[in-house]
């Protein structure tokens, strides 16, 4: 299997706090039944695309359908005050919060770890990052696993539909897509993922030429960012931006 890890989204609490951050939710007062409903969406995607779905993620679901069934029930003793102060997500909040806090600390200290290098080099860094030339290269515009899938699904479900009868080969591979992609950045600065796609009618090339996009960036061929939305992102090739700097 074909197994991805980004740095900037790691495990269910790292997702629920990218939702919190994306809709601008405030996190002491979590509206749950949306969070939940965006939760479950984005394992259901997971498990469409035929991607392993881990027990913590699973878990964590579970999770989110347990506070909203509390928070449905009706208090025992409408007299009790204790009982009514009780928020079922408070658990939840506090692990949040934890969690972002860790995340932030570990920020901090790779930014400090940055600043030292600078200051002590420790030795010649081949995989220094590429600038991408182009006025959204920020940080938060970096793509996630979860804006690779989206773009990868929107196009999927917007290609026509054809029914196929008979298992054949994929037309194409990884290495070929791959070149013409590479081919294609060596004619432009950027090159969106739907452009390359622009003539294709073939549910299976998409995927190979997807996974060829995955197998550039391990191989550090490529750059991606995203700009407005889900449904695309952008490559940039390394090499042409570094001959061009």
């Known amino acids: ?40 969406g984005y394992l259901e995607t997971m498990q469409t695309l035929n991607i392993e779905v881990a027990a913590d993620f699973i878990y964590m679901a579970s999770l989110l359908m347990s506070i ?16 009514s102060e009780f928020d079922p997500r408070s658990d939840l909040v506090e692990r949040l919060l934890e969690y972002k806090r860790i995340k932030e600390g ?8 940055e600043t030292r290098c600078i200051m002590f080099p420790r030795g010649s860094f081949d995989s220094l990052e590429a600038e991408v030339i182009d006025e959204l290269d920020e940080p938060v515009n970096r793509p996630t696993l979860y804006h690779l899938i989206m773009t990868y699904k929107s196009v999927l479900d917007n290609m026509p539909k054809v029914h196929v009868q008979n298992v054949d080969e994929a037309p194409v591979t990884i290495d070929e897509q791959s070149e013409l992609i590479l081919s294609k950045l060596r004619e432009s600065i950027q090159l969106s993922f739907r452009t390359i ?4 009618s073939e549910p299976l090339v998409l995927v190979v030429t997807f996974l060829a996009v995955l197998e550039l960036c391990r191989r550090q ?8 939305g889900y449904d695309d992102f952008w490559m940039s090739s390394r090499q042409h931006l570094s001959s061009g700097s």
């Open 221 to 228: 061929k490529i750059v991606v960012i995203v700009k407005d």
């Open 1 to 40: 299997m074909f197994r991805i890890s980004l740095d900037e989204f790691e495990g269910p609490l790292d997702l629920l706090l990218f939702f919190i951050k994306r809709d601008e939710l405030d996190i002491y007062n979590i509206p749950i039944s949306r969070i939940t409903k965006d939760f479950i």
């Open 197 to 200: 796609l622009k003539e294709v």
């Open 106 to 113: 570990a920020a901090k200290m790779r930014s400090l770890e």
């Open 68 to 83: 909203k069934a509390k928070m449905l029930l009706p208090n025992e003793d409408p007299d009790d005050s204790d009982a």
